[in-house]
């Protein structure tokens, strides 16, 4: 058996350094987790392709004791890599994902600001090859994203990724320090 590990892929903007990021790695290691947080490229205006070649290096060290999280942007690249990969992982945790159909003013003015975020908001991914490669997967969704509308949020997912266990939340946001949330100790439960 291999080394207990987590990747952590980061929202658009994001950063290894943010810190909540320090927080979680420091309890996720007090657990015996080796962990990874990858500054992603360009992540004011990220380019998909990028993003990418950039996670290449997860083909040698993924397996059976990794867990996989994104945070928003974050969750589409974990699935992506999920998917490509095809490899056999202990868990999966969406944070805050991104979906293609969320069409809230607040993504609108995203995109506006940003138009290469159409491009992950339009990755087509393979839901129904998931359970291949994860039996443990996760959707933390809050009632406030001003990134997706709810109630739409919780149908697409019980309807494309009928396997996934939702965590809805109240008043987390968009899971980040925008939203207030500095702390979020129910995900070092979940690993």
Not at 93 to 101: E, T
Request: proline share 5%.
């Amino acid at each position: 058996m291999g080394q207990k590990k987590i990747i952590l892929l980061h929202w658009r903007c994001g950063h290894s350094k943010e810190n909540r990021f320090w927080r979680f790695q420091e309890r996720a290691e007090s657990k015996g987790y080796a962990i990874r947080i990858p500054n992603l490229p360009n992540a004011e205006h990220p380019k998909l392709e990028e993003w990418i070649r950039h996670l290449e290096f997860l083909k040698d060290i993924v397996d059976e004791e990794t867990i996989l999280i994104g945070h928003s942007m974050g969750c589409i690249m974990v699935n992506h890599r999920l998917l490509y990969l095809k490899k056999i992982v202990k868990r999966v945790i969406n944070v805050a994902p991104i979906l293609a159909i969320s069409n809230t003013p607040t993504m609108r003015d995203a995109i506006n600001m940003a138009p290469e975020l159409e491009e992950f908001r339009k990755t087509i991914l393979d839901f129904n090859e998931i359970p291949k490669y994860c039996s443990d997967y996760n959707i933390y969704i809050s009632d406030n994203d001003p990134y997706g509308e709810f109630r739409e949020s919780i149908k697409y997912f019980k309807d494309k990724l009928p396997f996934a266990k939702i965590k809805k939340f109240k008043w987390f946001g968009h899971f980040n320090t925008n939203a207030g949330v500095s702390k979020f100790p129910e995900i070092i439960k979940d690993i």
